[in-house]
């Protein structure tokens, strides 16, 4: 089924929560550039912003149906958006606290193991 360029977003999101696929891509590309910028605004990193964004239209997909009220769409993406967004945040935070500790551990360990290492960090 061929998707109008009237279609409104109200009419995507109810076929899609009846199993329109065609209509679910319709909403996903009509709203990837604005979940992708709310995914960048939060996080700041492009890096991860695809990985993130991808995240996000999962979620949507696995959880279109679960929208009790179809006219709150934007603040229900919204959130999930920037859920994502924060959690994959604080997950790379970790990452790198867990990767410096990791590394610093490592250090003390070849200080350790040579006397004189130890004594030049000492120093």
Not at 25 to 51: C, K, N, Q, S
Not at 86 to 107: F, N, P, S, V
């Amino acid at each position: 089924m061929a998707i109008s360029v009237e279609q409104s977003d109200h009419d995507l999101i109810a076929a899609a929560r009846q199993g329109g696929r065609n209509e679910l891509d319709a909403f996903v590309r009509r709203h990837e550039g604005w979940v992708r910028h709310v995914v960048y605004a939060t996080l700041g990193r492009p890096t991860i912003v695809d990985d993130v964004v991808q995240q996000v239209w999962t979620h949507v997909v696995r959880q279109i149906s679960t929208l009790e009220d179809v006219d709150r769409w934007r603040p229900w993406l919204f959130r999930m958006a920037r859920n994502a967004a924060i959690d994959a945040g604080m997950k790379r935070a970790r990452e790198t606290k867990r990767h410096t500790l990791l590394g610093d551990e490592t250090q003390q360990d070849r200080n350790r193991s040579d006397p004189v290492r130890s004594m030049i960090a000492t120093e």
